[in-house]
Antibody, heavy 121, light 107 residues
């Protein structure tokens, strides 16, 4: 059984960065994709990017690609999402999720619990 | 990017009702369509993949159908635990995208 456990809530100032972690237990971390999905308050789900740890290179949504960095540490089976140059509208819950094999990092049924990131001056 | 448009944005229904949510893609996505259920403060839960295949453990009252650009999620007899928000999601092309969600509320 696969479990994804994310780091705790963060409060950040505009212009700063945030790094959220996602510890994966079970499964085969190196060859299974991890995606990051954002949900602004009261809004829908927004895919940010994904990574297969073994391949190192992440894939990003165009909207985020100049501000987001997704990485993975095979030794600790932990994935990370760092978002820089934070804006007020980056406030929301950030989820990690295991992905299917479609090649496009589409989430499946194993998700982290979500991490609330609040951007406030 | 492929746009996914759900309707309605919200609906009110009673326990036992049959409800249908629609999802339209801005271009053909074959059957690369998933449905997720999300309850407040929780992560999404996968209900249906490949447009019509029920995820393991999901009750048979949930049914997905469609291909190309038009898809539906039907709940045949709404149960108290089904009051939630439902999201459609395409994995046909990059970037993968979601619909805006449909909130199902108790009448």
């Amino acid at each position: 059984q696969v479990q994804l456990v994310q780091s705790g809530a963060e409060v950040k100032k505009p212009g700063s960065s945030v790094k959220v972690s996602c510890k994966v237990s079970g499964g085969t971390f190196s060859t299974e994709g991890i995606a990051w999905v954002r949900q602004a308050p009261g809004q829908g789900l927004e895919w940010m990017g994904g990574i297969v740890p073994l391949f190192v290179k992440a894939n990003y949504a165009r909207k985020f690609q100049d501000r987001v960095t997704i990485t993975a540490d095979e030794r600790t089976t932990t994935a990370f999402m760092e978002l820089s140059r934070l804006r007020l509208e980056d406030t929301g819950v950030y989820f990690c999720a295991r992905t299917d094999n479609s090649g496009w990092f589409s989430p499946e049924d194993d998700w982290g619990q979500g991490t609330l990131v609040t951007v406030s001056s | 990017d492929i746009q996914m448009t759900q309707s309605p944005s919200s609906l009110s229904a009673s326990v036992g009702d049959r409800i249908t949510i629609t999802c339209r893609a801005s271009e053909s996505i074959s059957t690369y369509l998933k449905w997720f259920q999300q309850k407040p403060g929780k992560a999404p839960r996968l209900l249906i993949y490949a447009a019509s295949t029920l995820q393991s453990g999901v009750p048979s009252r949930f049914r997905g159908s469609g291909s190309g650009t038009d898809f539906t999620l039907t709940i045949s007899s709404l149960q108290p635990e089904d009051f939630a928000t439902y999201h459609c999601h395409q994995s046909y092309g990059h970037p993968v995208t979601f619909g805006q969600g449909t909130k199902v509320e108790i009448k």
